[in-house]
């Protein structure tokens, strides 16, 4: 169930804010579908209070994964 005092975001701000950092709609999109379905929960069943934190530690995950991106990181998370 969602907090009426706790505004989370749309589509359209979690893909600016991807695009900032240097990633694609299509990881904001996922991260925001993933998201919505968990009704903006953690993993603990607690309201996702920071979002972009959340992203950050997606992007960080993909950057692990993908050595273009890694070798980029330090324009992503200035």
């Known amino acids: 169930m969602k ?5 989370f975001p ?8 991807f695009i900032q950092k ?5 990881d904001a999109k996922s991260f925001f579908t ?4 968990k009704n903006w929960q953690n ?3 607690k ?9 950050n530690e997606r992007m960080w995950q993909k950057q692990r994964n993908n050595s273009y991106l ?9």
């Open 3 to 7: 907090n009426p005092n706790i505004v």
């Open 34 to 37: 993933e998201f919505e379905k």
């Open 70 to 78: 890694r070798s980029k990181a330090n324009l992503f998370f200035k």
């Open 22 to 26: 240097g990633f694609e709609k299509e």
């Open 43 to 45: 993993s603990k069943g």
């Open 47 to 55: 309201p996702l209070l920071n979002w972009r934190a959340k992203a």
């Open 10 to 17: 749309n589509l359209r701000e979690i893909e600016i804010y």
